[in-house]
């Protein structure tokens, strides 16, 4: 009986040591069919014995940046950094006073930088991505997003990423999932930062990309220069194809927020299994910003309904989550 | 005393359950230099406390594929693949038996293929690799690597893999490496069995790539068509351009085996810290190939010159490899 009794005593020592009650992995998620959603998928494809099962390897889970992770208002982060840059780089340029876009830039006239439309934007983006070589232009984005403040914020724009989709991501890691980004943004101006601030490294990070060249220089030493030609454009049709390209494997599960998502949206959807695609939609005027359908960043209609058609999960910011931003918000 | 009669059994018991000597990762080396540079390497960059420390998340490794972890010769794999396609299809092509360089193919006409030199070559790929959709190709190329024999060997091809090579892999990943194919040859290609038969999963494949456009088939289906014209040539300088673009880190390890993988390895040995820059040299006419400095497959000339002027580790594989196959050889 020494030994029923000492065993019952284990038993009881070793249930006391496991909470009542799992923890909650989405605490700023706010309960409802959204989070009901993402955890039954989550139980879907990795219990062993499901017909939805998938094999960790296969547990490719991507994710737009901009307004998917982290606010893309009232200008795009990436759109920030080229302004600053050009204001950095002027005395080297002493014409940009008098030329358009750069003028505009300088004077911090967004009128008339929006009025030089897509060709002025990507005069500015190249003018300050390029023409150096990948390890300073690694250095100088670093640099920046150490002390560049977002405007409304006044905090570093790494910041503003979203508390719910960092503990999504933690979630989907801890259960096998691989994470990605694929980005309308450019590459390098991610990969030296989203490793400490998303957990997810340089080589899971795919977005748009510059034409590059490799070049010894006289002493010897290899460099990789970055040419002003853009090499691919990840957004729209543009991100299945990087997906097939980069990973090689469809996704099963896919976040986006706009327009510039929807096919990625729907080629994940299209594979065969158990799939989960998500459409954060920002609806929350007073904790970050309220637009969709007019919106000229990050507009989502299209996408949006095919979401509501296609019944893909459409996170309504504003009721689905308890927290915005990590705690510095509170 | 009791106690401590006790404890001094399980201290022996543990002691006996471990081996005297550590198991030899690498049993089909040859003990020597070579093998040595690399255990030596792989401690200095793993061995907290040392000065040549590298976090597990930079410890990425780059492997050429043809004639690095596989035999090319007679002709590269692919082009195996790609004449057994142009058969294959004939029948849908009746104007093949009269137009070059299928006519060549189709008969088995080496020397009238050679003559229609890169152009000619570029043409058989284009038609036997493009012109369907992503999972249609995937799906040929599994089912000839599953049925297809090597003139020589009469066996799969993915049996002419390299024993050692495989131990390396093995032993890297082991010790928290990330290990990569950046190959020449064309992506989709060697993604259907790279993680079967080297370990390594489809999205740490790089390689050469065809453009690829996203479509949504009359019945609202995604698919990925693969177009007749190249994204990315991902040989010679096209390498340390790929490795920056696909994983976005330096490589500390790198293997190859010819010239067209000289600016990978400069790129690996440009870095700083540790790094080790390998080349294997097809030195065993009897167990593989012996060729390199003339051989119009894998020439290896100028990153041998290189190689030796830098003291990177040059692997005889006659003398270093005491195996060349997996035990189907032996």
Redesign the interface.
Same mark, same amino acid.
């Not at 097939?244 to 494997?249: E, K, T």
């Given at each position: 009986m020494e030994t029923k009794r000492f065993a019952t005593a284990l038993v009881a020592l070793t249930l006391a040591a496991s909470p009542a009650k799992a923890q909650d992995p989405l605490p700023s998620w706010n309960d409802g069919p959204n989070k009901q959603a993402i955890a039954d998928f989550v139980v879907r494809v990795t219990r062993e014995g499901s017909p939805d099962f998938v094999a960790p =390897?296969a547990r490719?889970a991507v994710f737009d940046n901009d307004g998917t992770l982290w606010s893309e208002q009232p200008i795009y982060v990436q759109l920030a950094f080229a302004l600053d840059r050009v204001k950095a780089l002027a005395p080297q340029h002493p014409e940009w006073k008098t030329t358009q876009p750069f003028k505009a830039a300088l004077d911090g006239d967004m009128r008339a930088l929006a009025a030089s439309g897509n060709k002025g934007l990507a005069e500015l983006v190249m003018a300050t991505h390029t023409g150096m070589t990948?390890d300073e232009f690694t250095k100088t984005v670093s640099d920046w997003v150490a002390t560049a403040r977002h405007p409304r914020f006044r905090r570093p724009y790494t910041d503003l990423v979203y508390q719910p989709m960092l503990e999504l991501l933690t979630y989907l890691r801890a259960n096998g999932f691989?994470t990605y980004i694929v980005s309308g943004g450019t590459? /390098?101006f991610m990969?030296p930062w989203t /490793?400490r601030v998303y957990g997810i @490294? @340089? /080589?899971q990070?795919v977005g748009t990309?510059f034409v590059?060249? +490799?070049e #010894?220089r006289p002493d010897g =030493?290899?460099v #990789?220069v970055r040419e002003p030609k853009i090499?691919f454009i990840d957004d729209g049709? $543009?991100k299945?194809?990087s997906i =097939?390209? +980069?990973? $090689?494997?469809r996704p099963i599960l896919a976040f986006g927020n706009s327009d510039g998502d929807q096919?990625m949206l729907?080629?994940t959807a $299209?594979g065969t299994g158990a799939r989960f695609v998500g459409l954060v939609h920002h609806t929350d005027s007073t904790r970050e910003w309220r637009y969709d359908r007019q919106s000229h960043i990050g507009k989502l209609d299209k996408a949006l309904d095919e979401a509501m058609a296609k019944k893909w999960v459409v996170v309504d910011m504003q009721r689905d989550w308890k927290a915005v931003y990590p705690p510095w918000d509170r």
């Open positions: =390897a490719i990948t691989k590459v /390098e990969r /490793e @490294p @340089p /080589e990070v990309t590059t060249r +490799f #010894l =030493a290899p #990789l090499d049709p $543009g299945p194809v =097939a390209r +980069f990973i $090689g494997r096919q729907q080629w $299209g």
